[in-house]
């Protein structure tokens, strides 16, 4: 089992979102962590935007891992969206982006956010991985298909 | 039914997948090298053909800058003369230069008439027209403990590129064709490196891509595997470690220098390969490595200077070293 795998569960996967730019796409994903997690949905997004602001968090071949430091939130939380439409992003290749992993974490927890970077990186580092990500069909699916993931490949 | 035959579903499903990468190219200029070997084979003419048409349907200016190296040690060779090269670069006296002249300009309109047979509008021009590259006579210095200089003949360096034309032809939608030959001073016609031209050229156009078609297929890192996306300065360290050839390294030392003087990416893209074109540019996977300014996101380096900006209690640095390439 990997760190990201560890934390995400079925409510925090979202695919086929139909969002047509970066900035609408975090605004979805903030209101996604208020109703889930009753953080502040402004605050959220503020955060998000602001770490964009640091450079772009696009990998490439479509990836991007969002991330930001949020005051007072007691554990990492995450999400995984896969959009219906790939959305320009300011990525590395230049080519739009359709699969994110979300990534809020604690004030003063280096490690684990480094920790779950580095894993989402990992795992979207893989061509086989995203191929399959972007092919599957269900929640259920996609929480297989991380769970199975081991860097042993 | 065909195994190959794409079912009508597959086809939405693929144009649609498309269409974002197409929507940020609409308008855009893309200068496109050519390497004459890539054009020799049947099938891949007729693949190019389709994709420069293609390019061009969806709203991108393109320019195209062939060379023709191999056609012209060809000719040269039925007609018995033989080449003499310092440093790769072909002495061309008169009579080598009349052959290039020719060649190049029959090459010139066969890559034409690839591109409008698939639908596409193509036009050959080259740089006595409308004085669009002007050239100096090459100088090399002697190699060696030798004084004075190698005479290179008629080969030219770029003094000066006039875009006047092309943007003339991008106006009304047509694919300017170049053959790398420039003018002098006293009209007299350079052999010039195509390579150079496409990037100079894209230079002066401030386009937003430089593609190199070659026989390539793309840059590979220290371990034989295909790197995706590379800056600039991170090829300089590649090649400053022994991880790059000189050879490699001299061949797209022009599209570097388009890079840091603007051109927003390069692509090196395996010509050889049917499609490698537009796996390149309208998919998420890619096929050929895109060379970019440092100026743009390095994902590690930026979460690790926003971690240390906004830290209250004392960063010890990261427990664990990333790869700083990213994914692959």
Redesign the interface.
Known sequence: MNALARLLSAEDIRLDWDVSNKLSLLDHVARLFEQRHGLSGVMVYRSLLE?EE??????????A?P?A?IPDLREPVGALIRTR????F???????V?MLVVLLVP??A??R???L??SA?AI??D?GF?EQFSLADDVVGVLRLLSEWSLAR | MKENVLSAERKVNILTEALPFIQGFHGKTFVIHCSGDVLTDTALQLEFGCDIALLQSVGIHLVIVHGGALQITQMLKRMGIYSVFHNSIRVTDAATMEVVDMVLGKLNQDVVGLINQQGGRAVGLCGQDGLFIYAKKLVLPAEGEMRGTIDLGLVGEIERIDPEIIKLYHTRNFVPVVVPIGVGEEGESYNLDAATVAARLAEVLQAEKLISLTDLPGILDQNGKLISSITVNEIEGLFASGGLSEAIHKKIGAALEAVRHGVRSVHVVDGRCPNALLLELLTSEGSGTLIRSDAGPHFFADSLRYLRANVIEDFDGPAFTFDEDGPR
């Not at chain 1, 450079?55 to 490439?60: F, P, Q």
């Not at chain 1, 439409?85 to 320009?88: D, E």
């Not at chain 1, 300011?90 to 739009?96: N, V, Y």
Request: cysteine-free; proline content about 8%.
């Open positions: 770490r640091w450079g772009s968090t696009a990998l490439g071949h479509g990836v891992i991330h430091r439409y790939a959305i320009p300011g990525a590395p290749d230049e080519k739009p359709f004030d003063h280096n490690k956010h480094l920790e970077l580095a990186a979207f580092s061509r995203r």
